[in-house]
């Protein structure tokens, strides 16, 4: 990773992540361990980055996701899952503790690489952390199951994102999204399974609390 004239190592990612977070758990979540900030806006003001930190903060539609995964585990158990576009990894983490054989997770950032290693680590389990798989930085697919939490935020990511995964339903892969009500969300390709009350979530919706729905990507 470059930031300016300067290449950016994994040890400094790393001292990067673990300063501008400390360990706690998201609301909705409380059995996941994670690295987390306190403040959106002083952590992105640090980061000098374009893009919010997604990965320093535990996000409604991930929360809803996980805690959809941990109470109805029969979606992911003994299958191979793609935590995608991670974050924190809060879903991956939450699908290897509900019985999973396998978790990827795939990130743009990073930091949101290191962070969901680093919060794997806390939490006893083992991810493959893998670049951006819908630009070709990782792996070729070979998953059973995709989670992806509030990805539909923005139109050209709604898009990249849609494209991606029509491909993978195309093949037979099972993808489930939680999300917000977020803008770009395909609101015709999708079926609802529940929706949670995320709470704590003023810094981040400008609301105490965020209704949240997972839904099936038809």
Do not use: C
Not at 149 to 176: K, N, S
Not at 183 to 198: D, G, H, I, N, S
């Amino acid at each position: 990773m470059t930031t300016g004239d300067h290449e950016v190592t994994e040890g400094e990612l790393d001292d990067q992540v673990t300063s501008w977070t400390a360990s706690g758990t998201a609301p909705l979540v409380p059995e996941v361990t994670l690295l987390l900030a306190d403040d959106i806006h002083r952590t992105w003001s640090e980061t000098d980055e374009e893009a919010p930190p997604f990965w320093a903060f535990a996000w409604a539609g991930g929360q809803a996701l996980a805690r959809h995964v941990l109470d109805h585990p029969g979606l992911v158990v003994g299958k191979k899952v793609l935590d995608l576009a991670s974050g924190s990894g809060l879903v991956g983490i939450a699908a290897l503790r509900a019985g999973a054989s396998a978790v990827v997770a795939s990130d743009h950032d990073a930091r949101a690489r290191v962070a969901t290693a680093r919060n794997a680590a806390l939490n006893g389990v083992a991810v493959e952390v893998v670049g951006d798989l819908m630009t070709g930085e990782g792996p070729e697919l070979d998953v059973d199951v995709i989670l992806a939490g509030d990805v539909f935020y923005e139109q050209p990511m709604a898009r990249l994102m849609l494209d991606f995964l029509d491909e993978a339903t195309g093949v037979g892969i099972d993808v489930y999204v939680g999300d917000p009500g977020r803008e770009y969300l395909p609101r015709k390709r999708v079926e609802p399974l529940a929706t949670y009350e995320v709470p704590d979530t003023t810094d981040l919706e400008g609301r105490a609390v965020t209704p949240t729905t997972v839904h099936r990507l038809l």
